[in-house]
């Protein structure tokens, strides 16, 4: 179940990007387990709840079930030399190809931007499996 939830103590000082990291306390005691979010530091933020028993279980409004933490946002370090080469490897380009029977020329675009972006995350032989 995803619902809204508020920070404690909110103040315009908190901004950003953080992550909600669930409460050790709430998830054993009330036998739910609360996943956690990468969101935007606001007064309401989502949580994931989900109750893994077939017990019903109420959370009740104001109980705490987390804690939001700030995260650093970092420039992006995968391999630079990957980011300047704008040449996709061919099978790259067949996934393109591939994927593009039904999208349009700025889908099209869209997907090659995004593809060559990030290119260094793909396995383009078998001996790159599970890197």
Known sequence: MLTSGQINDYCNDIKGIGIIEPSDTFGKLDKVMIGRTLTTADENVPVRLMNPSNEEV?????????????????????NPELKKNSQ??????????????NLDDTEIESVKKTLTQYQDVFALTDEQLGR
């Open 58 to 78: 109420i959370v009740y409004r104001g109980t705490i079930v987390g804690q939001f933490e700030q995260v650093k946002e970092e420039t992006d370090k995968r």
């Open 88 to 101: 996709l490897p061919e099978q790259l380009k067949d996934l393109i190809r591939q994927a593009s029977e």
